[in-house]
């Protein structure tokens, strides 16, 4: 088990997309797609390839070793589940619920992942529970109220330590 921070885990999801549409990617796609400096992604990509994620050498291409391809997928698997969740049973919009997958996909074990797939399929196959379901969630939105939030990763509030750790 190879232990990886949510933002590496962010580098091997962008570098699929880039490998899957192009065949290769480069560090100013990853740096463009991440919105951060190429010196930037030399370190992560670097860092990845020292824990033999990718293949990385500077002004070369990048691309996945079957590791980081293994990793990338199941984070994208993650995103996918709560992207569909988000869109398909509470109604977000696409690119919110998008960049809330994002954000959400490094905290969710294998075992709610395959939980939340499961549902998924289950309103995939039954179209009127799915529509029932769609319709008691919008009724009861409208009788809660959430406040934004301040914070940008997760705290274990017993140890007062920063998880931003994700073991895969």
């Known amino acids: ?3 990886i921070t949510s933002t590496m885990e962010d580098y091997l999801e962008v570098i699929l997309n ?4 192009n065949g290769v990617a480069r560090s100013m796609e990853i740096a463009e797609k991440l919105n951060v400096k190429r010196p930037t992604v030399t370190v992560a990509l670097r860092s990845l390839a020292e824990k033999g994620m990718v293949n990385y050498s500077p002004g070369s291409y990048v691309t996945l070793t079957e590791t980081g391809k293994e990793i990338a ?10 992207k569909d969740f988000f869109i398909n049973v509470l109604n977000v919009p696409e690119t919110e619920a998008d960049e809330v997958a994002c954000k959400m ?11 939340l797939n499961s549902f998924l399929r289950v309103l995939e196959k039954n ?8 319709k008691s969630v919008l ?9 934004e939030s301040q914070k940008d990763s997760c705290h274990n509030f017993q140890s007062g330590e920063k998880n931003d750790k994700i073991t895969t």
């Not at 996909?105 to 939980?115: I, L, Q, S, T, Y």
């Not at 179209?127 to 769609?134: I, Q, R, Y």
């Not at 009724?139 to 406040?147: P, Q």
């Open 1 to 3: 088990m190879v232990s």
């Open 18 to 21: 880039i490998v899957t549409q």
């Open 73 to 82: 997928r199941h984070i994208e698997k993650r995103h996918n589940a709560l």
């Open 105 to 115: 996909e490094h905290g969710m074990g294998v075992e709610v992942c395959k939980k």
């Open 127 to 134: 179209k009127a529970l799915a529509d029932e379901l769609k």
């Open 139 to 147: 009724k009861e939105n409208a009788n809660h109220e959430c406040v």
